[in-house]
């Protein structure tokens, strides 16, 4: 008999969330998700609703549901390439009398794929915020505990802190200047005096 193949590929990318950055925050790698992935959609419920969903066993309606589920997981291949570090794709196939029906099962698993997928990308990244936000709280009381700490050390010893000392360098170069000119003023009024009183 004919038999019809329908195949997808879906390109699979590592989290853009740097893993040191927020370790806290990262639960499986990618190989173990595509794995959980690759269960959910081989189970047996999955499957009986796959087939129930798109009326693939109309033509045969004494098949029981374990013979249904047997024979879905035998048409169905879903394959993961690349290394554990560096998968790649992600291939869904699955074989069926009818080219159609093939391209149907394989449509359905990668919309549940792509769905399953960007749900647990959202989770991460919702959890990842959330790590942020309260590393943003935290980092946010300790910066204002140092700023306290060190308002409190600069007005215990605000006569001998170098932040001062540049003010307190001129302030002291004009008070010398000052001195001296007052200085030359008293030296040149003495000069007057001392005429004065030679004269008269």
Do not use: C, H, W
């Not at 698993?109 to 769905?115: H, I, P």
């Not at 802190?161 to 010398?176: F, G, I, K, V």
Request: charged share 30%; hydrophobic share 40%; glycine share 2%.
């Amino acid at each position: 008999p004919k038999n019809y193949r329908a195949q997808a590929s879906l390109l699979v990318e590592e989290s853009q969330i740097p893993t040191d950055l927020a370790a806290s925050t990262v639960r499986i790698d990618l190989s173990q998700q595509l794995q959980v992935i690759q269960q959910r959609l081989l189970a047996r419920e999955n499957l009986l609703e796959l087939a129930d969903r798109l009326n693939l066993f109309a033509d045969e309606p004494d098949l029981d549901s374990t013979q249904i589920v047997q024979r879905l997981r035998d048409r169905i291949d879903l394959k993961l390439t690349g290394s554990n570090r560096t998968l790649t794709l992600l291939r869904i196939s699955a074989d069926a009398k009818t080219g159609q029906t093939a391209a149907d099962i394989v449509n359905e698993l990668m919309t549940q794929v792509l769905s399953q997928d960007a749900a647990y990308r959202t989770e991460v990244a919702t959890d990842t915020l959330s790590f942020f936000e309260q590393e943003v709280r935290r980092l946010g009381d300790e910066l204002d505990q140092y700023n306290r700490r060190i308002l409190e050390f600069q007005n215990e010893n605000i006569d001998a802190l170098p932040e001062t000392l540049d003010y307190r360098l001129s302030r002291q170069s004009l008070l010398q200047e000052r001195v001296s000119q007052a200085r030359r003023e008293i030296s040149q009024l003495e000069d007057q005096r001392r005429r004065l009183v030679e004269l008269f």
